[in-house]
């Protein structure tokens, strides 16, 4: 890193936007010393705002890359110097083919034309030319006119990487961040276009299942070398999930790009075994038409190239997603309601729930959302068969008879033996006339002991909390076979805890609810 600040950050993600002083020489050249030999890139904000470029580059006593807008080396002496001080190569930043969205891009206009200039001049004075290419929305259309520009203009390689929503991009990333699902088809022409006219090519930012015919052309992120007092940009944070079938090298998702768009694009590419297709007679006029199957596990197409494929087929057999090999059938989904999460991101969740074809919803408390009783009634109108509203509901209290009435559409509810449940199960049981039944609820061993003493009455129902150690409960339960809570509290832990819905990397259920069948409902 040789340089604070930029020209002009325009809309772009320079994390080196803002101006501040220059590190030294002397500062740059120690820090240096820690590269192993070979080769030194110098980027950072913007190198050419230096004064003492020539002379920092000449200290190095080795080749020399730099990093540049390059709107500074379009003069013959200049680039000479730079030459003779040991500059080898240049990385340009060229963000597209078409001079009004790179002008736009980078907040300078005439920096198109300007840096056309400057590779000439390089070119002219025998210095390598590559360009550094900034994947966004606008220019997204034009990748392979703009792989073609490098070729013509006699380019030796091109670093291409994802935007990422910090510096100019912050307030706009939404419109400036390219979908991976309409991103592919344009990559993937350009990296074809730019290896047959054998471009130096490397990605970094963007997921493996984006690309994923161009592995080999995946690189990390680079490790920047600061002066001392000057501190390394922050990392992008990627998304605490993991695709359990990507290879090591894929840098994974953004967490901001999660956040805001979603995991759709990249939970659809895993997993996508090839299936069966179905085709079906198409109904008659006035039959009725049968529901779609379920998804079970499988993920609706969410990248151009599969939606093109499904085109040509003439016949789905009513199945939107016809093609990809289902996963088991699911029973059962779990949904919680978390307090500080959104409702337009729990009612997606839950619509996703629905279409998995699953019988059953367990809603898993508690339920302190400000929402949660909208919820529940909106959950209701789903395409299960049954909902069963499990644990702490303790967050109902309060609520008038006539909105708990609303709840009468509910298969049953499994609630937490507690005296303020038991308190707000009655005020429901009043209102709406479900079917309550209460669980005890193990935390610890010590709960579980108390469960196994001599005076403890027999209960039949028990849930067991993510806490509690298995072998520990084992070691405890051996202890008192005789007991009659023996049989269903080792029933209880041997049930699996299951893991929400949600996307990869969602936690596990606190609680291991069991399995319910279909209950019968008067």
Known sequence: ?????????????????????????????????????????????????????????????????????????????????????????????????????????????????????????????????????????????????????????????VHIRMIERRGGAYGDYVSLSPRLGLLQPALEAGLRLGLRGRLRVSVTGVPHCTIPEF???????????????????????????????????????????????????????????????????????????????????????????????????????GDPMAGRAPGPALARVLINFPATEDTRSIRRRMVQASQEGAETLLILGPMDHPEALPLLREALRLSFQQVILCGDITGLGGQPPNQLLHLRGLTAAWVLDTPENQDVSAQVVGASGITVTHFHLITNTETLGSHLCVDSPAQDRFVFASQVGHGQATEVLAQHKEHPNFGPLSEALARPRNSLYGPPGTPIADINWPQPGLIEVD
């Open 215 to 317: 592995s080999e052309v995946m690189q990390p992120p680079p490790e920047w070398i600061c002066p001392d007092g000057i501190s390394p940009p922050s990392e992008t944070v990627t998304h605490p999930g993991a695709c359990p079938d990507c290879p090591p090298s894929c840098e994974g998702l953004s967490r901001d790009y999660a956040d805001i768009f979603g995991w759709s694009e990249v939970i659809s590419q895993h997993a996508m075994r090839p299936g069966p297709l179905m085709p079906s007679p198409p109904p008659e006029s006035g039959d009725q038409v049968c529901e779609p199957p379920g998804r079970r596990g499988r993920q609706p197409a969410t990248r151009v190239l599969r939606a093109i494929t499904q085109s040509e087929l003439a016949n789905l057999g």
């Open 1 to 157: 890193m040789a340089a604070i600040g930029v020209r002009d950050p325009g809309k772009l993600d320079s994390p080196w936007a803002n101006p501040g002083p220059q590190p030294s020489a002397e500062s740059v050249h120690a820090a240096a010393l820690t590269l192993s030999p070979g080769p030194v890139l110098l980027g950072g904000g913007e190198p050419t705002l230096r004064a003492d470029l020539p002379s920092l580059i000449g200290q190095f006593k080795r080749p020399v890359t730099v990093i540049t807008d390059g709107l500074a080396l379009n003069k013959v002496d200049a680039v000479k110097r730079l030459r003779d001080e040991g500059l080898s190569g240049v990385r340009i930043g060229i963000h597209s083919a078409r001079a009004d969205a790179h002008d736009w891009l980078v907040g300078i206009p005439g920096a198109h034309r300007r840096i056309r200039k400057s590779v000439e001049t390089l070119q002219g004075a025998g210095v390598e030319v590559t360009a550094a290419l900034t994947l966004t929305r606008p220019a997204m259309p034009y990748l392979e006119e703009t792989i073609a520009l490098f070729l013509r203009m006699g380019l030796t390689g």
